[in-house]
C-alpha cells in the first residue's frame, strides 16, 4: 500500500434485508440469531481517502448507524461521511438517509450522488423531501458514463444497468484510484441484458464486485421460486461467463449482496470451496481494497 491510497472498505455483503432475514427462521436466519459472526449487514461499501481524512459512503441501508461504526472503529481519526454515492431506490441502497434528519443526526447540507430519477424521488416524495427542505442534504445529480472526481485521486464513473427500475435509475460504479480501478455492480437484472459486456469491463479493473443474490437456480427452485421471474443472475452462472476472462485478465472478482438463502453464507459449506477453486472470490466485510 502507499501511503495515502484510496481505500475501498467493505462494509455489507447482503441483500437488502441482511441477514438473518426479517421474520426468517430458515437455517441461516437461525444460525445468524444465535452467532452474531454470522450476521451480515447489507451490501455497502465506505471509500476512504486517508491524506485527506475524509470518507464516502457507497449506498445507505438500513444498518447505517452499525456500519458506519464499523468505519469510526477502523480508522478513528475520520468524522462523519463526506458524501453518500446511491445505486438506486431499493430498500437496502437508500433508506439509510432518514438517520441524516432532525430526528436522528440532523446533518447539515451532506452531498448525496444520485442519478436524475433517483434525485426526482428524494426531493418529491416524504420523508426523503424533508431532508432536502430541511437542508439536511444537498443533492448532486449524476449521469450514466460521465465521470465525476469524488475527491483526491478518485473518479468515479456511473454505469446505468439494468434492474426493477419503479423509483428510479439503477447505477453501478467504476472507482478509480491513482494506481488501480474497482468495479461495484450489486444490483442487475441478467448480465446479457446489458448493453455492455460484461467480461470486456472486468477485463479493464483490477478488481470487481459483483451481484451474487441467488447461488443457483436449484437455489430457487427448492423454495418453489422461478428463476425466470428472479431479476438477479445467478451467482453459477456469472463464474462461467466470467472464467476465460478471469484467467485471462488476472481481474480478482469477488460476489457480494447474498440473499439468505445462499448457501455462500454458511462458512462451512462446500459452494465456497468451489468458487475458490474457479478463482472466484467471496466479499465479506470487513475486506479492503487499496486503489
Given at each position: 500500500m502507499e501511503k495515502d491510497q484510496?481505500?475501498?472498505k467493505v462494509i455489507g455483503t447482503a441483500q437488502d434485508a441482511g441477514i438473518p432475514h426479517i421474520h426468517?427462521?430458515?437455517?441461516?436466519?437461525?444460525?445468524?440469531?444465535?452467532?452474531?459472526?454470522?450476521?451480515?449487514?447489507?451490501?455497502?461499501?465506505?471509500?476512504i481517502v486517508p491524506g485527506n481524512q475524509t470518507w464516502h459512503l457507497i449506498d445507505a441501508t438500513?444498518?447505517?448507524?452499525?456500519?458506519?461504526?464499523?468505519?469510526r472503529s477502523a480508522f478513528p481519526a475520520l468524522g462523519l461521511m463526506n458524501s453518500?454515492?446511491?445505486?438506486?431506490?431499493?430498500?437496502?441502497?437508500?433508506?439509510?438517509l432518514m438517520y441524516l434528519g432532525r430526528e436522528a443526526m440532523a446533518t447539515k447540507g451532506v452531498p448525496v450522488y444520485?442519478?436524475?430519477?433517483?434525485?426526482?424521488?428524494l426531493r418529491t416524495n416524504v420523508p426523503w423531501k424533508q431532508l432536502v427542505d430541511l437542508e439536511n442534504i444537498s443533492i448532486t445529480t449524476i449521469f450514466a458514463g460521465q465521470t465525476f472526481e469524488l475527491d483526491t485521486d478518485l473518479l468515479v464513473t456511473p454505469l446505468e444497468v439494468p434492474h426493477r427500475n419503479e423509483y428510479s435509475e439503477t447505477f453501478g460504479f467504476i472507482f478509480s484510484g491513482r494506481n488501480k480501478r474497482l468495479l461495484y455492480i450489486p444490483d442487475i437484472d441478467r448480465w446479457e441484458l446489458w448493453d455492455q459486456d460484461l467480461r470486456e469491463l472486468v477485463a479493464s479493473v483490477d478488481y470487481c464486485l459483483l451481484d451474487a443474490t441467488f447461488y443457483s437456480e436449484a437455489e430457487l427452485a427448492a423454495r418453489g421460486r422461478d428463476y425466470?421471474?428472479?431479476p438477479h443472475p445467478?451467482?453459477?452462472a456469472t463464474m462461467e461467463l466470467l472464467q476465460d476472462t478471469v484467467k485471462a485478465a488476472g481481474t480478482k472478482v469477488y460476489f457480494t449482496h447474498f440473499n439468505h438463502t445462499n448457501p455462500?453464507?454458511?462458512?462451512e459449506h462446500q459452494v465456497r470451496d468451489a468458487i475458490k477453486e474457479n478463482g472466484f472470490f467471496i466479499a465479506e466485510e470487513g475486506m479492503e481494497f487499496f486503489l
Open positions: 484510496v481505500i475501498v426468517c427462521r430458515c437455517e441461516h436466519c437461525r444460525r445468524a440469531w444465535e452467532q452474531p459472526q454470522l450476521r451480515r449487514y447489507p451490501a455497502a461499501l465506505a471509500v438500513p444498518d447505517i448507524a452499525s456500519q458506519m461504526e464499523v468505519v453518500v454515492v446511491l445505486t438506486h431506490a431499493h430498500l437496502g441502497h437508500y433508506t439509510g444520485a442519478g436524475s430519477k433517483m434525485a426526482d424521488t425466470r421471474e428472479i445467478c451467482l453459477t455462500v453464507v454458511d462458512p
